[in-house]
């Protein structure tokens, strides 16, 4: 079962780099890292030599110090200019997204921020080739993608609740010991440690989507070290595992609606075409082109969720969409494997693998069945597209998971940190605007300073607007706070 939305920066997503460390190593001085070349891997070729690549070993367990190490991999590229601020480190979300092989390709949307900063990003731990976890292979995903992650009959819930199961299981098993010690605030100590060998006084950060529920932990654990900090496509920290769902099926529809819209439909009426469409899909599914596929219901609803994504996509949604009202499910089909991470060759990535593990370990709040029926109405009224899906999804994502979470909503309060600048986008179909306030109010009076850009599409920086990445770009570079409430339309 894959979840049916994860936080994550898509814009970057698309990138395919990779990088190791290899041989050639130097240490600069300043880092105490050896840092060397970047090595290719068999998802694409080693990023130019302007990137190096190193690995920092880490506690596996932050309360015993002194006890198993872990790795994890770091990327930087160094800062052009010669008036240096210091390092810049960035996490792109998921969580579960690798920061070693989306840096290099979202280094040209933050070129100016190179002119003063090193760009730098990590692999968490439970992600990447050094501590990433993996629970299925390959098959098995692809099994898995028959099941019904919104199910209509007592048949169709037990194989829902049994694979969600089965892949808590295959995590405990390929896991082990590192399953316990993924959580938010293990990877905001890790960044701290990262800041020390980076030789930076504060840590300055970049978190995008999920990176923002990370920073916000950071800012909790450490707000002495706060330095110039930038939260883009916000998680709301004060919604539960349900307030979660409904803030997504909120979003997702505004998207969808603002979409519908720019087609030149009635949202509403468009709406109900396309809940009407996935009914058909669910009763009989749609061929797809390759031997042995279908596009089933919920591959289709992943397959429309993607483009809404950026609004650059909408005129792919609508030929998706027009191809599955003739009969034909490939479009969807594509984009749904996009969004699954499978290649022409049937291998899947494993970003929902270690979006599982880390999220499932710090939320503790886990529906039942019984406890999620109820709501069903609700998620459907907020969203007959997507409304479903994420109602069952909090139900089924931690289901008889083997490990406990731990706590119930983040805490993100930091009394005493520097300012932090929160930027929230009206039309964010992952992270709604809402969390954005949230957050910045919950970071505490005189901390969360907040920017709103009027536009579309998941985040802000770099979407298009001058006056978001303007008003960025001079707190990162030269430290001047906007007045708190600025808005950009």
Known sequence: MTRFVRWTALAAASALLAAGCSA??????RSGLSWGRCKPTAEGPAPSSDWQCATLKVPLDWSELDGETIGLGLIRAKARGDDRVGSLLFNFGGPGASGVSMM???????????ERYDL????????GAGAGVRCR??????????????????????????????????????????????????????????RQVLGDARLNYFGISYGTELGGTYAHL????????TLDAVVDPGADTVGHAEN?????????????????QDPEEGTRKIADL??????????????????????????????????????????????????????LLALADRYNERDPSGRYGTTTHSQRVISCLDDRQRPTMAETKPLLPRFEKISPVFGAFLGWDTAGWCHDWPVPGQHDTPEVSAP?????????????????????????????????????????????????????????????????????????S
């Not at 730098?120 to 992600?127: E, I, Y």
């Not at 450490?222 to 900090?229: D, L, S």
Request: net charge negative; glycine share 12%; charged share 25%.
């Open 24 to 29: 050639g190593s130097s240490d600069d001085g």
């Open 104 to 114: 290099p390709s979202y280094a040209p949307a933050v070129s100016s921020l190179r």
């Open 120 to 127: 730098v990003s990590w692999d968490p731990r439970g992600v």
């Open 137 to 194: 292979g390959d098959k098995e995903i692809q099994a898995a993608e028959s099941v019904d992650v919104s199910p209509d009959t007592p048949a169709e819930e037990k194989a829902y609740f049994e694979d969600a199961a089965d892949f808590g299981e295959g995590c405990r098993k390929n896991t082990g010991k590192l399953m316990a010690h993924v959580s938010t605030a293990d990877s905001a100590r890790d960044m701290d440690r990262i």
């Open 222 to 229: 450490f707000p002495k070290k706060v330095g110039r900090m």
């Open 248 to 264: 997504q099926a909120r979003g997702f529809q505004r998207a969808l609606n603002g979409y519908l819209a720019s087609t030149g």
């Open 278 to 331: 996935l009914r058909r899909i669910d009763a009989r599914p749609l061929p797809a082109g390759p031997p042995g596929r279908k596009l089933t219901q919920t591959l289709a609803v992943t397959g429309i969720l993607l483009p809404l994504y950026s609004k650059d996509s909408w005129p792919t949604l609508t030929s998706a969409l027009d191809a599955a009202e003739r009969g034909d499910g490939s479009e």
């Open 416 to 488: 005493g940190a520097a300012p932090v600048l929160v930027v929230g986008n009206t039309g964010d179909p992952a992270t709604p605007y809402e969390g954005a306030r949230r957050m910045a109010d919950e970071l505490g009076k005189g901390v969360g300073v907040m920017l709103t850009w009027r536009g579309e599409g998941h985040g802000a920086y770099g979407s298009g607007s001058d006056c978001v990445d303007s008003t960025v770009n001079a707190y990162l570079l030269d430290g001047t706070v906007p007045k708190d409430g600025k808005v950009c």
